[in-house]
Nanobody, 120 residues
């Protein structure tokens, strides 16, 4: 069983910064893409950023230039550094890993979410 645990959320003033982390545990053969998504109150979950196993990064327009996604494969961890935060960034942030399991199945796993609140 693979589990993802996020951390780093909290309350921050507009213009501030936060660094989110997400670490996987369990038996994993390989982690392909690592991604962040978010869900604001009353809205659908949306994609924020992805980093591939080749360290290619892509960002949603809303976060481009204000965030950096990175990964540490030795720790099975992905990070999201967010800067110049805005009240509209308030959401629950979820990580998602695309994993090759020991049974040679490619599966997606989600974390439980970490709440980010940006005050104006």
């Amino acid at each position: 069983q693979v589990q993802l645990v996020e951390s780093g959320g909290g309350l921050v003033q507009a213009g501030g910064s936060l660094r989110l982390s997400c670490t996987a545990s369990g038996i994993i053969f390989r982690i392909y893409d690592m991604a962040w998504h978010r869900q604001a109150p009353g809205k659908q979950r949306e994609w924020v950023a992805t980093i591939t196993s080749e360290i290619t990064t892509t960002y949603a327009d809303s976060m481009k230039g204000r965030s950096i996604i990175s990964r540490d494969n030795s720790k099975s961890t992905v990070y999201l550094e967010m800067n110049s935060l805005k009240p509209e960034d308030t959401a629950v942030y979820y990580c998602k890993f695309t994993v090759l399991t020991i049974s040679h199945r490619v599966e997606d796993y989600w974390g439980q979410g970490t709440r980010v609140t940006v005050s104006s």
